[in-house]
């Protein structure tokens, strides 16, 4: 196991981003280095805090019917709707309160909804959850696929994120290259760490996809 970096955010003592340098490949890219949420992403005490610190970021004009999850964040999900509705942002929904779903995936990895999600989603002001942005190509084709399905993006929320907006959609995230300045990430065909002939490190290859998203 190499060496676990430690960034603390600036804003919460218990938000903690744990980072392993090294050649790790995500679905869309590769990068210098492992992003492990684990902890901020299961663990109660963690999770919660992250929604409060990402709860801070998003404007009280802002209205949130839905939160869409991703990358295993529905635990900071459902703590985020929770600081959301203290907050005052509002929601349409006739119960006036926020629904909090994840998506299904189908075989060539479009994202999918079955149909008792579907109203959830349509005619809905979406807030796509997502633990770390890298390239911003999984953001496009969750825009599209919600797009498709009548829902209306209300915002952008990460833990991470290596962009700072995606298709003019402001991105508010806990931690940003500012925090990991030699961040690196490269598209699969032209890889320096490739170049340099590095293998993809085998603690990815096990857990990266899970966890790295693009």
Request: proline share 3%; net charge neutral; charged share 20%.
């Amino acid at each position: 196991m190499q060496d676990v970096i430690k960034i603390e955010s600036r804003a919460h003592q218990k938000v903690v981003l744990r980072v392993i340098p090294g050649h790790f490949a995500t679905p869309n890219s590769h990068v210098n280095y492992y992003l492990d949420m684990t902890a901020l992403k299961a663990r109660q005490s963690e999770a919660e805090a992250v929604a409060v610190e990402l709860s801070k970021q998003i404007s009280a004009t802002k209205v949130v019917d839905t939160i869409v999850c991703m990358d295993g964040c529905e635990i900071i999900g459902s703590y985020l709707a929770e600081e959301l509705t203290k907050a005052g942002i509002y929601s349409m929904n006739s119960h006036k309160t926020m629904y909090i779903i994840t998506p299904e995936y189908g075989t060539s990895g479009q994202m999918l909804f079955r149909e008792n999600l579907k109203p959830m989603i349509k005619g809905k002001n979406v807030l796509l959850l997502m633990a770390s942005v890298t390239t911003g190509q999984t953001i496009v084709q969750a825009v599209r696929a919600l797009g498709y399905y009548g829902a209306t993006i209300s915002g952008i929320s990460a833990i991470f994120s290596a962009a700072n907006s995606i298709g003019g959609i402001t991105i508010n995230s806990l931690f940003t290259t500012a925090d990991l300045p030699d961040y690196r990430k490269y598209e699969p065909e032209n890889c320096s760490l490739c170049k340099e002939k590095k293998p993809i490190d085998a603690f990815a290859n096990a857990y990266g996809y899970s966890i790295i998203q693009g």
